[in-house]
RNA sequence: GUCCCCGUCGUCUAGCCUGGCCCAGGACACCGGCCUUUCACGCCGGCGACACGGGUUCAAAUCCCGUCGGGGACGCCA
């Protein structure tokens, strides 16, 4: 038997964190066993599913590179399977229907919530002594589920493992809606059963949903798949993660410079994990991933470790690949691109030990990309100062002396004004970074004035130095 | 309210199934030190948890029961 999985979102807005988990799990699990991985979006709700919506998704799991292999299969595609199936079952007295209408339910079960009662429907339209019900005629009706009103349904969860639940506990849920299209549980189970899906990975808010599907794999008569309900992703305030814990849409980090290896070895360490592990490439993924390690408890999201993993993408990553990663950054923040690949590798060589992520790296390169540097007042009156003139002065003449700019001549150059004047290297490194840079925090002197370049470091120096010469007066 | 799930450092987790190797290991964060031209990186060290109460046992984070706490489900949403 090849496994099969499938992720399917409803596309009624853009994938959050805990959709790209479950993503990344049945991706993995598939790819482990050498399976197939299928998209199908539940987009039944024609209320509130939007193209938009749908496009966001894909662009997502695209990042993310969780290729799929079969689809994306859209449920309002299938109504013909779904008709077909409820016929099935109306026929063979497995579901009937119901004429009870919405205000009449919604009374009964705002009742039984202020009753403190659990709200059930309550059989109205179930048919009596096993007859056939006949179609109402003038009259809006839905189908119900003929649910079995005794005995258990058992759920042998991969990771919660046996759950049982008490049939009484499950209601005649409706199949159809009274205009005709069919809801969520049932087009799942239809939609499992024909994309022959073997292995249910999903969050475990669907747990109470699995008893019905199963009964009703039962009246379809197919023997339900493995089920393995993931736990869910809470924020700091342990309540389950949504909007107001900030940023939720996985894309939304690929905008805050965030890399796509970072976020999914992020999210598959939220509730798995292999030993004392952390950092994981793909391959190993594949190879490692395993759903009777994936735990039971629900986790909370945590930003900081996810920043901590995506410093470690970002300063592991291939340095040409970087340059490439970064001009999208670099045009958002309103520089122009730089044209010089080479160049834009060293200058990024500069950074990314100082970055978390591409954001905060195109932030930092500032100096680099404009020439209208920001000075730090408070830096500028400590460090250009009358009496570094002489040796910041003498700097600029070693430095345009130079036949090769590279970071090992400019160290030379730096050595040779420091000897002959007696300075430590602090007392010339400072004025010159704030002269270079506008501040006093930077990469290291001798790259930064390597990768600006003589051009734009001497000017840089004459325009401090002039700065030193009017204060003077 | 009813049903279901869960409970190891602040957070993610290893260990739990198959009790002793665990006065509980790793990671993030935090604190201190080292390195150092600044800031980072890196390295070293520190702080810090078996929810609680009973039981079983020579021995319990690990097995059993209860309590408490958190989460989820209860839609003509998915």
């Not at 662009?59 to 079969?70: M, S």
Request: proline content about 6%; hydrophobic content about 40%.
């Amino acid at each position: 038997m090849t496994v099969r999985t499938r992720f399917a979102p409803s596309p009624t807005g853009f994938l959050h964190i805990g959709g790209a988990r479950t993503a990344l799990f049945n991706y993995l699990f598939a790819r482990r066993h050498g399976g197939k991985f299928i998209l199908r979006i539940e987009d039944t709700d024609r209320e509130r599913s939007t193209p938009e919506a749908i496009e966001a998704i894909i662009q997502a799991l695209t990042w993310l590179e969780l290729d799929w292999d079969e689809g994306p299969f859209f449920q309002t595609a299938r109504y013909d399977a779904y008709k077909e199936n409820i016929q099935k079952l109306l026929a063979a007295g497995k579901a009937f229907p119901c004429v009870c209408a919405p205000e009449e339910l919604d009374a009964k079960r705002q009742l039984a919530l202020k009753e403190k009662r659990k709200p059930a429907y309550d059989g109205t339209c179930r048919p009596k002594d096993g007859k056939i019900a006949s179609i109402p005629q003038g009259k809006p009706y839905t189908i119900r589920f003929l649910s079995p009103r005794d005995g258990t349904t058992v759920v042998d969860d991969t990771v919660k493992g046996r759950v049982v639940f008490d049939n009484r506990e499950l209601d005649d849920l409706i199949l159809a809606r009274s205009d005709g299209t069919p809801t969520y549980n049932f087009c799942v189970v239809v939609d499992d059963i024909d994309m022959k899906i073997t292995h249910i990975i999903r969050g475990d808010d669907h747990l109470s949903n699995t008893p019905r599907q199963i009964l009703l794999y039962q009246a379809l008569g197919h023997t339900p798949p493995e089920f393995a309900h993931v736990p869910l992703i809470l924020g700091l305030d342990k309540a389950r993660l949504s909007k107001r814990h900030g940023a939720t849409s996985a894309t939304a980090y690929r905008d805050m410079g965030y890399f796509p290896e970072a976020l999914a070895n992020y999210l598959v360490r939220l509730g798995w994990a292999h030993g004392d592990q952390e950092i994981f490439s793909r391959a190993e993924l594949i190879e490692k991933f395993s759903l009777e390690a994936v735990g039971k408890s629900a986790g909370v999201f945590n930003p900081e470790k996810l920043l901590w993993l995506n410093s470690h993408y970002l300063k592991t990553r291939p340095l040409s690949r970087l340059a490439d990663e970064i001009v999208p950054f670099i045009k958002a923040k309103g520089y122009p691109a730089p044209q010089d690949h080479a160049w834009l590798e060293r200058m990024a060589a500069t950074l990314r030990e100082r970055a978390k992520t591409l954001t905060e790296l195109v932030e930092q390169a500032h100096f680099y990309l404009s020439d209208e540097i920001s000075l730090d007042e408070k830096a500028a009156k400590k460090f250009l100062t009358p009496d570094i003139r002489e040796p910041l002065a003498e700097l600029a003449d070693g430095l345009a002396a130079l036949s090769e700019f590279s970071e090992g001549g400019v160290e030379q150059a730096f050595t040779a004004i420091l000897q002959r004047r007696e300075l430590p290297l602090g007392k010339l490194a400072q004025p010159v970074r704030v002269a270079l840079t506008g501040s006093t925090t930077s990469p290291g002197i001798y790259e930064v004035i390597a990768v600006l370049g003589k051009e734009r470091t001497l000017r840089r120096l004459k325009s401090a130095l002039e700065r030193i010469q009017t204060s003077q007066v």
